[in-house]
Nanobody, 115 residues
C-alpha cells in the first residue's frame, strides 16, 4: 500500500523559507515521477514541481527560481525547498505519485505566508 506523508508546513512571513518533506512507503521515489501540488481556497489544485526518475525537474512558472524539488533515495523522501515566499504561495501542499496507473496523494501540509 502506497503512503505519502507530508510535513514541514507552517506560518512564515513573506520573503521567508520553508522546506516540505514527503516520506514515501510502498513505492520507491527514485523510480517514479514525484510531484508537489498545491490548492488554495477557492482555487483548483495546481502542479507546483515534478522530479522524474532520471532526475529531470519541472516547475510552474509562478515558482521558478524560488522553489527546488529534490529527493533522498536512501530516505525514500521527496523535498520541496521554498524560498522568497509570497502571500500567494499560501495553500495546502500535497505530495503525489502514480504507481501502476493509480494516483496516490498525501494528506497535505498547510503553508501560510503572511504579508
Amino acid at each position: 500500500q502506497v503512503q505519502l506523508v507530508e510535513s514541514g508546513g507552517g506560518l512564515v512571513q513573506a520573503g521567508g523559507s520553508l522546506r516540505l518533506s514527503c516520506a514515501a512507503s510502498g513505492t520507491i521515489v527514485s523510480i517514479n515521477t514525484e510531484d508537489w501540488y498545491r490548492q488554495a481556497p477557492g482555487k483548483q489544485r495546481e502542479l507546483v514541481a515534478s522530479i522524474t526518475s532520471g532526475g529531470r525537474t519541472n516547475y510552474a512558472d509562478s515558482v521558478k527560481g524560488r522553489f527546488t524539488i529534490s529527493r533522498d533515495n536512501v530516505k525514500n523522501t521527496v523535498f520541496l525547498q521554498m524560498t522568497s515566499l509570497k502571500p500567494e504561495d499560501t495553500a495546502l501542499y500535497y505530495c503525489h505519485t502514480v504507481l501502476n496507473w493509480n494516483n496516490y496523494w498525501g494528506q497535505g501540509t498547510q503553508v501560510t505566508v503572511s504579508s
